[in-house]
Protein backbone atom coordinates (compact mmCIF):
# COMPACT_ATOMS: atom_id res chain seq x y z
CA UNK A 1 0.00 0.00 0.00
CA UNK A 2 1.11 3.44 -0.78
CA UNK A 3 0.78 6.59 1.06
CA UNK A 4 0.24 8.75 -1.90
CA UNK A 5 -3.24 9.01 -3.87
CA UNK A 6 -2.91 7.45 -7.24
CA UNK A 7 -4.27 10.90 -8.41
CA UNK A 8 -1.81 12.87 -6.95
CA UNK A 9 1.23 10.47 -8.23
CA UNK A 10 3.38 12.17 -11.44
CA UNK A 11 3.38 8.50 -13.22
CA UNK A 12 0.67 8.47 -15.72
CA UNK A 13 -2.22 6.16 -15.43
CA UNK A 14 -2.71 3.69 -17.53
CA UNK A 15 -6.59 4.72 -18.67
CA UNK A 16 -4.81 7.99 -19.85
CA UNK A 17 -1.77 6.79 -21.81
CA UNK A 18 -3.50 7.59 -25.10
CA UNK A 19 -3.74 11.50 -23.85
CA UNK A 20 -0.55 12.17 -21.68
CA UNK A 21 -0.70 15.49 -22.97
CA UNK A 22 -4.05 16.19 -22.37
CA UNK A 23 -3.30 14.64 -18.80
CA UNK A 24 -0.57 16.60 -17.54
CA UNK A 25 -2.37 20.09 -18.89
CA UNK A 26 -5.19 18.54 -16.31
CA UNK A 27 -2.85 18.52 -13.50
CA UNK A 28 -1.26 21.31 -14.31
CA UNK A 29 -4.58 22.84 -14.77
CA UNK A 30 -5.44 21.75 -10.79
CA UNK A 31 -2.17 22.57 -9.40
CA UNK A 32 -2.44 25.86 -10.66
CA UNK A 33 -5.43 26.88 -9.39
CA UNK A 34 -4.72 25.54 -6.15
CA UNK A 35 -1.84 27.67 -6.55
CA UNK A 36 -3.44 31.02 -7.66
CA UNK A 37 -6.42 30.11 -4.67
CA UNK A 38 -3.63 30.66 -2.09
CA UNK A 39 -2.72 33.53 -3.38
CA UNK A 40 -6.31 35.02 -3.51
CA UNK A 41 -7.31 33.69 -0.29
CA UNK A 42 -4.66 36.30 1.01
CA UNK A 43 -6.99 38.75 -0.91
CA UNK A 44 -10.38 37.80 0.38
CA UNK A 45 -10.95 35.98 -2.82
CA UNK A 46 -12.15 32.69 -3.93
CA UNK A 47 -10.60 31.15 -6.96
CA UNK A 48 -12.32 32.16 -10.11
CA UNK A 49 -13.59 35.82 -8.66
CA UNK A 50 -10.37 37.41 -9.75
CA UNK A 51 -11.63 37.07 -13.32
CA UNK A 52 -14.62 38.31 -12.44
CA UNK A 53 -13.07 41.12 -11.21
CA UNK A 54 -10.70 41.63 -14.09
CA UNK A 55 -13.79 41.75 -16.33
CA UNK A 56 -15.21 44.45 -14.17
CA UNK A 57 -12.05 46.34 -13.76
CA UNK A 58 -11.44 46.18 -17.78
CA UNK A 59 -14.81 47.43 -18.64
CA UNK A 60 -16.60 49.35 -15.47
CA UNK A 61 -20.33 48.65 -15.15
CA UNK A 62 -21.80 45.56 -17.16
CA UNK A 63 -24.93 43.98 -17.48
CA UNK A 64 -25.10 40.52 -15.21
CA UNK A 65 -26.01 38.36 -18.96
CA UNK A 66 -22.97 40.07 -20.34
CA UNK A 67 -20.77 38.91 -17.53
CA UNK A 68 -22.16 35.30 -17.64
CA UNK A 69 -21.90 34.96 -21.29
CA UNK A 70 -18.03 36.85 -21.76
CA UNK A 71 -17.08 34.48 -18.60
CA UNK A 72 -18.27 30.53 -19.97
CA UNK A 73 -19.84 29.99 -16.81
CA UNK A 74 -23.26 28.34 -15.43
CA UNK A 75 -25.88 31.82 -14.62
CA UNK A 76 -26.44 30.30 -10.84
CA UNK A 77 -22.53 30.20 -10.15
CA UNK A 78 -21.89 33.46 -11.66
CA UNK A 79 -24.99 34.71 -9.39
CA UNK A 80 -23.62 33.11 -6.48
CA UNK A 81 -19.92 34.54 -7.13
CA UNK A 82 -21.58 37.97 -7.18
CA UNK A 83 -23.57 37.67 -4.16
CA UNK A 84 -20.56 37.10 -2.41
CA UNK A 85 -18.76 39.44 -3.94
CA UNK A 86 -21.47 42.14 -3.12
CA UNK A 87 -21.69 40.44 0.34
CA UNK A 88 -17.34 41.52 0.60
CA UNK A 89 -18.79 44.92 -0.84
CA UNK A 90 -16.55 44.25 -3.99
CA UNK A 91 -18.93 44.69 -6.24
CA UNK A 92 -22.35 46.60 -6.43
CA UNK A 93 -25.14 45.24 -8.63
CA UNK A 94 -28.12 47.20 -10.10
CA UNK A 95 -30.88 47.66 -12.55
CA UNK A 96 -30.02 48.64 -15.63
CA UNK A 97 -31.11 52.75 -16.88
CA UNK A 98 -31.23 51.34 -19.87
CA UNK A 99 -33.50 48.72 -19.16
CA UNK A 100 -34.77 47.94 -15.93
CA UNK A 101 -35.43 44.10 -16.45
CA UNK A 102 -31.39 43.88 -16.74
CA UNK A 103 -29.13 44.28 -13.94
CA UNK A 104 -25.66 46.38 -14.10
CA UNK A 105 -22.45 44.73 -12.14
CA UNK A 106 -19.78 46.85 -11.25
CA UNK A 107 -16.93 47.01 -9.16
CA UNK A 108 -16.86 49.20 -5.71
CA UNK A 109 -14.21 51.33 -4.57
CA UNK A 110 -13.36 48.45 -2.23
CA UNK A 111 -13.45 45.85 -5.50
CA UNK A 112 -10.91 48.52 -7.45
CA UNK A 113 -8.62 48.68 -4.42
CA UNK A 114 -8.47 44.24 -5.04
CA UNK A 115 -6.38 45.20 -8.24
CA UNK A 116 -3.12 45.95 -7.46
CA UNK A 117 -3.15 42.50 -5.65
CA UNK A 118 -5.12 40.63 -8.25
CA UNK A 119 -1.85 41.40 -10.64
CA UNK A 120 0.34 40.90 -7.88
CA UNK A 121 -0.79 37.30 -7.72
CA UNK A 122 -0.82 36.72 -11.19
CA UNK A 123 2.75 37.75 -12.13
CA UNK A 124 4.07 35.91 -8.89
CA UNK A 125 2.40 32.66 -9.53
CA UNK A 126 3.51 32.94 -13.53
CA UNK A 127 7.47 33.57 -12.27
CA UNK A 128 7.37 30.68 -10.19
CA UNK A 129 5.64 28.76 -13.14
CA UNK A 130 7.73 29.34 -15.50
CA UNK A 131 10.97 29.51 -13.34
CA UNK A 132 14.19 27.66 -15.22
CA UNK A 133 12.44 29.15 -18.58
CA UNK A 134 14.01 31.72 -20.76
CA UNK A 135 12.17 34.29 -22.60
CA UNK A 136 12.39 32.13 -25.65
CA UNK A 137 11.17 29.25 -24.11
CA UNK A 138 8.37 31.04 -22.21
CA UNK A 139 7.32 32.71 -26.14
CA UNK A 140 7.38 29.21 -27.53
CA UNK A 141 5.19 27.67 -24.44
CA UNK A 142 2.80 30.96 -24.81
CA UNK A 143 2.62 29.93 -28.62
CA UNK A 144 1.91 26.06 -28.40
CA UNK A 145 -0.58 26.70 -25.52
CA UNK A 146 -2.58 29.06 -27.99
CA UNK A 147 -2.76 27.01 -30.40
CA UNK A 148 -3.90 24.03 -28.01
CA UNK A 149 -6.52 26.96 -26.63
CA UNK A 150 -7.89 27.23 -30.45
CA UNK A 151 -7.73 23.53 -30.94
CA UNK A 152 -9.89 22.97 -27.82
CA UNK A 153 -12.32 25.80 -28.46
CA UNK A 154 -13.02 24.17 -31.57
CA UNK A 155 -13.49 21.17 -30.20
CA UNK A 156 -15.96 22.10 -27.22
CA UNK A 157 -18.19 24.36 -29.73
CA UNK A 158 -20.62 26.76 -28.40
CA UNK A 159 -19.35 25.62 -24.99
CA UNK A 160 -15.53 26.91 -25.80
CA UNK A 161 -16.87 30.51 -26.92
CA UNK A 162 -16.60 32.97 -24.28
CA UNK A 163 -16.87 36.06 -26.22
CA UNK A 164 -15.26 39.05 -24.67
CA UNK A 165 -17.38 41.95 -23.07
CA UNK A 166 -17.79 44.53 -25.47
CA UNK A 167 -16.27 47.54 -23.24
Request: hydrophobic fraction near 40%; proline fraction near 6%; aromatic fraction near 2%.
Amino acid sequence: MTTAEPACTEELPSAARGGPVGHTLARVSRTHRIAMGRRLRELGLYPGQELMMMRLWDCGAVRQSELIQSLGLDPSTVTKMLQRLEQCGYVRRSPDPADRRAVLVEATERGQALRAGVEGAWADLEESSLAGLGPAERAELARLLGVLAENLRAEAGDAGDCPPITC
